[in-house]
C-alpha cells in the first residue's frame, strides 16, 4: 500500500448549527497532486484549518504526514506549507523579505534560503521586481509570490487553497503552469482546493469531490470522468426553449441540459442513446442540425454530481 | 523560541518602520515628536529643571502614546490585511508569535522616547553651556530613565495586544485603547479627589518616609505587576482556533 500523506475518518466539525464538514474519511497517497472540488461553502477551506491544526473536529480523527491533527498541529505545520483563502503575504514588506520571513521562520540555513529565494523568484519571472514592497504588484505576481512561499522550505505537504482564485484567464494558465513545474520538480504532495475543473484536471492526479461538508466521490479525473459523467451531446440547431430545457432535464438518462453559444448541451448518463432526446427536441418544436457526442469533461462530471445531489 | 521571537521580531520591526517611511506625512510624525520634547520643550528650560526626575514623565509617556498607536495594528491589522491566518498555519509557537509583536512596539516607543531624552540633554547642555556637561545627578531619575519607559510603555503594550487580539479591525483597536486610557486616567483623577480626605493625609504622609528613589521603585513594582497580570491575560486570550474563526 502507497504511503499516505493523508488520512482521515469521520472527520466532522460542525459550527453551531452548521455541519461544515460532515464524515469525512480519505485517503491522500504521499506525493500525490490532490484536488479537493466543490462549490464555494463546500467546507474546502475547514477541511484544510482541520488538517493543519487550526481548529479541532468536532469529531473523527485525522492523521498528516504520521501526526495526528488534534494533538500534533505544531509537528504538521512545521512539516507543510499552506497557501489558503488570501495571499497572506505582507504588502508593505518587499518580496524578498516576505519569503525571508518565512524562510527564518522555517529555520532554513541563510545561505540555502538565499539560493532558494533566486530559484524560485527567477522561476517566476519576479527576480527583478524582489526589492518592490509587493503593494504595488499586479494580483498575478502577488498570487505568484504567494505560491512560492509555501513550497520555500521544500515541505513534504502543501495546502493550496484555490491558488488561482481571482486570476484572469491568462495569469491563471502561466500560474497552473508554473505550480506543475513546481510540484513535479518538488515531488510533494499536493492538497489542492479548486472549483476550477480545468486546473484539476490539469494538475491533479486524484480528486474528490465534496458538497454541503459530504464527500461525493475520489478518484483520477479519468476515473470519475468515465464512472459519473457519461456522454456529453452537443446539439446544433434552434428553437430550444426553456419548456424543452425543463422536460429534457426531466428525462431519466439526462443529468444535465443547458443552452451554450446557441447549443444545446446535453450530459448523457452511461449507456443512454441520443435518438429518443432528439425525438423530444423536435417534438417540442426544435430543429436539429448536427449531433456531437464525446466523453463528458470532469466538469460535467462534477456539475452532474451537484446536481444530483442536490435532487436528492 | 529564542530565533521565532527574533524572526517574528525582525518582520514586525520592518513592517513598523516600513509603514512609517510609507505614509506620506506619517513618515515625519517620530521626528516631530523627538523634535518638540527634545528641542522646543527642553529649549528654554534650565538644567535643573530638565534634569529633574519629574521631567522624565513626559519621554515615559511619550514611549507609551507611540506605543498605543504602533500595538494597535499587531493583531487587528493582520486580520484587516488577512496574513493572521497564513501566520498562524506557520510553525511559530503562540509565544514567539504574541512575545515578538510586544517586543517590537515597546523597542520603537522606547528608542523614540530615548532618542528625545537624547537630543532634549544635548539641546540644554548646547543653550545653557557653561564649560560643563549637565547630566542627571540623582538615583531617582535614573530609575525614572531606565525602568520608565519599558515598564509603563509594557502595560500599553500589553494591554493592547489584549485589545487588537479581539479587535475586527485596527481603528476599532485604536479607539477602544484611546477610550480604554481615558477612562482610566479621568477614573484616576475623579477617584483620588473622591477618596476621604484622612486617607489623603494617611497616604501623604507614608509618602513623605519614603525616599524618591524608593517611591519610582514602589511605583515600578506595581507597574511590573501590571505588565504581568496584562501578559498572562494575552497569552490566555491567544488561541489559534479563536483567532482564526474570529
Not at chain 1, 423530444?280 to 426544435?286: D, S, Y
Not at chain 2, 522646543?40 to 529633574?52: G, L
Not at chain 2, 525616599?211 to 521603585?217: H, I, K, Y
Given at each position: 500500500m502507497a504511503e499516505l500523506a493523508i488520512r482521515t475518518q469521520g472527520l466532522t466539525r460542525t459550527f453551531e448549527k452548521v455541519r461544515a464538514l460532515d464524515d469525512l474519511t480519505l485517503e491522500v497517497?504521499?506525493?500525490?497532486?490532490?484536488?479537493?472540488?466543490?462549490?464555494?461553502?463546500?467546507?474546502?477551506t475547514t477541511t484544510i484549518r482541520l488538517l493543519l491544526g487550526l481548529i479541532e473536529a468536532t469529531s473523527g480523527s485525522a492523521q498528516v504526514?504520521?501526526?495526528?491533527?488534534?494533538?500534533?498541529?505544531?509537528?504538521?505545520?512545521?512539516r507543510s506549507g499552506a497557501l489558503l483563502e488570501h495571499s497572506g503575504l505582507y504588502e508593505r514588506l518587499s518580496a524578498e523579505d516576505n519569503l525571508r520571513f518565512y524562510g527564518r521562520v522555517a529555520r532554513m540555513p541563510k545561505a540555502e534560503l538565499d539560493q532558494r529565494i533566486q530559484e524560485l523568484l527567477t522561476h517566476l519571472g519576479l527576480w527583478d521586481r524582489r526589492k518592490e514592497a509587493v503593494v504595488k504588484w499586479s494580483r498575478g505576481m502577488k498570487q505568484k509570490l504567494a505560491i512560492a512561499r509555501p513550497l520555500l522550505h521544500r515541505p513534504g505537504l502543501v495546502f493550496l487553497d484555490e491558488p488561482t482564485a481571482g486570476l484572469d484567464p491568462v495569469a491563471a494558465a502561466s500560474l497552473r503552469d508554473d505550480l506543475a513545474g513546481l510540484a513535479s520538480r518538488q515531488g510533494a504532495t499536493i492538497f489542492l482546493t479548486t472549483h476550477n475543473m480545468a486546473e484539476a484536471e490539469k494538475l491533479c492526479n486524484l480528486v474528490a469531490v465534496i458538497r454541503q461538508g459530504k464527500l461525493l466521490a475520489v478518484g483520477s479525473p479519468t476515473d470519475l470522468r468515465s464512472r459519473g459523467g457519461g456522454q456529453r451531446t452537443e446539439i446544433a440547431g434552434r428553437g430550444f426553449s426553456d419548456a424543452m430545457l425543463a422536460?429534457?432535464?426531466?428525462h431519466a438518462d439526462v443529468s444535465q441540459a443547458s443552452v451554450e453559444n446557441g447549443r444545446l448541451i446535453l450530459v448523457l448518463k452511461n449507456g443512454a442513446?441520443?435518438?429518443?432526446?432528439?425525438?423530444?427536441?423536435?417534438?417540442?418544436?426544435?430543429?436539429v442540425q448536427e449531433v456531437r457526442s464525446g466523453q463528458g469533461s470532469l466538469e460535467d462530471v462534477f456539475l452532474t454530481m451537484m446536481e444530483e445531489d442536490h435532487k436528492e | 523560541m529564542n530565533a521565532d521571537f527574533i524572526t517574528v521580531l525582525w518582520k514586525e520591526w520592518k513592517e513598523i518602520v516600513l509603514e512609517r517611511s510609507s505614509s506620506g506625512a506619517g513618515s515625519y510624525r517620530p521626528l516631530i515628536l523627538i523634535a518638540v520634547l527634545g528641542v522646543?520643550?527642553?529649549?528654554?528650560?534650565?538644567?535643573?529643571?530638565?534634569?529633574?526626575p519629574e521631567q522624565l514623565l513626559l519621554p515615559v509617556f511619550l514611549c507609551a502614546f507611540v506605543i498605543t498607536a504602533v500595538i494597535a495594528d499587531s493583531f487587528a491589522g493582520e486580520r484587516e490585511r488577512h496574513t493572521l491566518e497564513t501566520l498562524l498555519a506557520s510553525r511559530l509557537s503562540d509565544r514567539a508569535i504574541l512575545f515578538g509583536k510586544i517586543a517590537a512596539s515597546l523597542a520603537y516607543g522606547w528608542l523614540i522616547s530615548i532618542a528625545a531624552i537624547v537630543v532634549g540633554a544635548i539641546t540644554v547642555n548646547v543653550v545653557n553651556w557653561n564649560g560643563q556637561i549637565a547630566m542627571y545627578r540623582d538615583e531617582a531619575s535614573w530609575l525614572i530613565l531606565l525602568l520608565g519607559p519599558p515598564l509603563l510603555g509594557g502595560v500599553v503594550a500589553t494591554a493592547g495586544v489584549l485589545v487588537s487580539l479581539h479587535a475586527?479591525?485596527?481603528?476599532?483597536?485604536?479607539?477602544?485603547?484611546?477610550?480604554?486610557?481615558?477612562?482610566?486616567?479621568?477614573?484616576?483623577?475623579?477617584?483620588?479627589?473622591?477618596?476621604?480626605?484622612?486617607w489623603k493625609v494617611w497616604f501623604a504622609r507614608m509618602l513623605l518616609?519614603?525616599?524618591?528613589?524608593?517611591?519610582?521603585?514602589?511605583?515600578a513594582g506595581?507597574?511590573?505587576?501590571?505588565?504581568?497580570?496584562?501578559?498572562?491575560?494575552?497569552?490566555?486570550?491567544?488561541?489559534?482556533?479563536?483567532?482564526?474563526?474570529?
Open positions: 497517497p504521499a506525493g500525490s497532486v490532490f484536488g479537493f472540488l466543490g462549490p464555494n461553502g463546500a467546507g474546502k504526514l504520521g501526526f495526528d491533527t488534534r494533538t500534533q498541529g505544531d509537528e504538521i505545520r512545521a422536460t429534457l432535464r426531466q442513446g441520443v435518438a429518443p432526446l432528439v425525438s423530444i427536441i423536435v417534438r417540442e418544436g426544435g430543429e | 522646543f520643550v527642553p529649549f528654554r528650560m534650565r538644567p535643573e529643571r530638565f534634569f529633574s475586527a479591525t485596527v481603528r476599532q483597536a485604536q479607539q477602544t485603547l484611546a477610550v480604554g486610557f481615558m477612562v482610566l486616567m479621568l477614573g484616576g483623577v475623579f477617584g483620588s479627589s473622591a477618596l476621604p480626605a484622612e518616609t519614603w525616599t524618591m528613589a524608593g517611591l519610582v521603585l514602589a511605583a506595581v507597574v511590573l505587576a501590571i505588565d504581568l497580570a496584562l501578559l498572562l491575560a494575552g497569552m490566555a486570550r491567544f488561541q489559534r482556533a479563536r483567532l482564526v474563526l474570529d
